[in-house]
Nanobody, 115 residues
C-alpha cells in the first residue's frame, strides 16, 4: 500500500500563489505517474496536472499557464506551484499516484481563493 500526504494548502487572495506538496510513502515499487486533481463543491473531480516518470506533464485547460507541476522521483514527491490564483480555483486538491494497475489518492487539502 502507498500512502499520500498533502501539504501547503490554505487561504489566499486572488492573484496570489500557493505551493502544494505531496509525499508518497509505504510499500512503493514503481510509481510512474503522480499529480493532482481537484473537486469543488457540487462539481465533479477534474484534472489539474499529472507528470509521468520521464517528466512529461499534462495540465487541465483551466490551469495551463498558471500552474506548474514538478517532481522529485528519488523522494517520491510531487509539487504543484499555483500562481495567479482565481476564486474559481477554490477546491479540495487531491494528490494522485499510479503504480499500475493501482491508483492511489490522498485525503485532499483545501485551497480557498478569496476575491
Amino acid at each position: 500500500q502507498v500512502q499520500l500526504a498533502e501539504s501547503g494548502g490554505g487561504l489566499v487572495q486572488a492573484g496570489g500563489s500557493l505551493r502544494l506538496t505531496c509525499a508518497a510513502s509505504g510499500s512503493i515499487f514503481n510509481i510512474n505517474t503522480m499529480g493532482w486533481y481537484r473537486q469543488a463543491p457540487g462539481k465533479q473531480r477534474e484534472l489539474v496536472a499529472l507528470m509521468v516518470g520521464d517528466g512529461t506533464a499534462n495540465y487541465g485547460d483551466s490551469v495551463k499557464g498558471r500552474f506548474t507541476i514538478s517532481r522529485d522521483n528519488a523522494k517520491n514527491t510531487v509539487f504543484l506551484q499555483m500562481n495567479s490564483l482565481k476564486p474559481e480555483d477554490t477546491a479540495v486538491y487531491h494528490c494522485h499516484a499510479r503504480e499500475d494497475p493501482t491508483w492511489y489518492w490522498g485525503q485532499g487539502i483545501q485551497v480557498t481563493v478569496s476575491s
